[in-house]
Nanobody, 128 residues
Framework: QVQLIESGGGLVQAGGSLRLSCAAS????????MGWFRQAPGKERELVAG??????????YYADSVKGRFTISREHAEITVYLQMNSVGPEDTAVYYC???????????????????WGQGTQVTVSS
């Protein structure tokens, strides 16, 4: 059974930092895109950051709203994906989901429909 288990969410003050973790189990996701999505109340789910490791090269994607503040990384051996969130603001408040593609690809998938496996989500709340 494939599982993506997120952790690290919580309440943080504006300007602070959080690190989210996503532990994958049940299959090997090497070569597949893995990403962090978020969904705020009343808004669509959006890709915040994605990472792909294919053919020995790593590629990443960041939404414009988080560039320079968030960093996605991945531990290949343990298939764990992290999202380091710095300089957070109230606009970053959302449920954050870890997701993984079912097949390998050369670049990071950016649409939610490309992802098949999803975690249960972890709440991030930024107080002003």
């Amino acid at each position: 059974q494939v599982q993506l288990i997120e952790s690290g969410g919580g309440l943080v003050q504006a300007g602070g930092s959080l690190r989210l973790s996503c532990a994958a189990s049940g299959r090997n996701f090497r070569g597949n895109s893995m990403g962090w999505f978020r969904q705020a109340p009343g808004k669509e789910r959006e890709l915040v950051a994605g990472i792909n490791w294919y053919g020995g090269s790593t590629s990443t994607y960041y939404a414009d709203s988080v560039k320079g503040r968030f960093t996605i990384s991945r531990e290949h051996a343990e298939i764990t994906v992290y999202l380091q969130m710095n300089s957070v603001g109230p606009e970053d408040t959302a449920v954050y989901y870890c997701a993984a593609e079912p097949v390998p690809r050369r670049s990071v998938a950016v649409t939610p429909t490309s992802y098949y496996y999803w975690g249960q989500g972890t709440q991030v709340t930024v107080s002003s």
